[in-house]
């Protein structure tokens, strides 16, 4: 198989017949259904669900998640997973907001990436060096951030210059400046996975790593480069949401709960959780469904219990759906 394997004359074809993408169309037929759903309820409740005030909380809430859900989106696709982005967000905000009162924006941007690649690496090298299993390793790593947090913050710290917060709140017309950051990475993540060679060898690592590796994919640094990649999305949400506060805060990232909600989203657009296919228009389509569905609660008042059952039931219910086309295919 190996000597077979070693006469093609380019991997690329083996690598893209293995990085087959599911549709993401279901996802945003039931974003469509629920948009309708969300115009009657707020028509019956007295309010206008497509006011641009509406439109644009849609998209300033969504933005962070989007950013988390698409390095999530990568991590996933490989066969992997990263619980670490809660914590770490907490922790770019606290750096980003600290390193802009003593140092500027820049320093401040480039501190927070490099504390997030490292994260992203030492998730991945604990997964592929060590053989720690990817739910295990990013738990640890998260509670080892959350212990920093815990030891060295009280509650928030820093400041953030009035330049850098127009990220958080100005916008182009009925477009805030967040939702076009969250679009511009989703449209990186996109190319990359549609027309590089490592997007090809992150689908195929996802779908068999077995087979990725006869077919010369080193899948190690695959999972290693997502993991980064991962941490590097959920840095660059720690800068957004550290824009918004005004300084950073060591509870940013748990209020949100930025990590079951983006593996959340990635599920809900159609990427398999053990791997191999999905891709970034699905989560976007996802995030949108998420932060449509917190909108009508919003709007209707409703408790946070019956949100998270609500929650709970569309996940279970688009998994199961997944489920079955999988096994009617």
Known sequence: MTQQLGTLPSK???LRGLAADSPARPVFLALGVLLLVGWILFTIDGGQFFSQTNI????????????VAVGQTLAILAGSLDLSVTYLISLCSLVAAETMADYGVVPAIAAVLGVSALTGLVNGLVITRLKVHAFIATLGVSLIIKGILENRYAGPAG??????QHLGYDRIGPVPV???LWLAI???????LRRTTLGYRIYAVGGDPEVARLSGVRTDRVILATHVLCSLAAGAAGLLLAARLGAGAPTVGTD???DLESI???VLGGTALAGGKGGVAGTVGGVALLAVLDSIFNQLEINSFAKDVVRGVVLVAALAIYARRRLAR
Do not use: D, K, N, T
């Open 159 to 164: 400041s953030v210059p009035e330049s850098f």
């Open 56 to 67: 644009v909380g849609i998209q300033q809430r969504s933005a962070a998640l989007g950013i």
């Open 12 to 14: 690329r074809p083996v």
């Open 186 to 192: 989703a449209a990186a993540a996109w190319f990359l």
């Open 264 to 266: 959340a989203a990635v």
């Open 178 to 180: 967040s939702a076009l």
């Open 256 to 258: 949100g709960g930025y």
